[in-house]
Nanobody
């Protein structure tokens, strides 16, 4: 019964900043990793940033140097800090939690819209 709730999306001008939050219903220590994905209509959902339980991060090439994924374990929350936003960043952003119980299980939030205007 894992629930992930995203917030923080909205409309921002190019060059601006936004911070997305993902609140989990249980300890994020229970997940192998957490991540942010984005998706636009007609395209595959794509990985934006990922953080493992050990704190190892990786990013899509397009956001390196601009986005930062972080977590607050006490609050069961993962964040995506976005700077220097571009119109190409416009998408629905989804929080993902990964858990291994013999096989991989993925849990998803409802998504939050980010729109970057030029």
């Amino acid at each position: 019964q894992v629930q992930l709730v995203e917030s923080g999306g909205g409309l921002v001008q190019a060059g601006g900043s936004l911070r997305l939050s993902c609140a989990a219903s249980e300890s994020i220590f229970s997940f192998n990793a957490m991540a942010w994905y984005c998706q636009v209509p007609g395209k595959q959902r794509e990985l934006v940033a990922r953080i493992t339980g050990g704190g190892i991060t990786n990013y899509a090439t397009s956001v390196k140097g601009r986005f930062t994924i972080s977590r607050d374990n006490a609050k069961n929350t993962v964040y995506l800090q976005m700077h220097s936003l571009e119109p190409e960043d416009t998408a629905v952003y989804y929080c993902n939690a990964e858990r291994w119980i013999g096989i991989r299980y993925d849990f998803w939030g409802q998504g939050t819209q980010v729109t970057v205007s030029s």
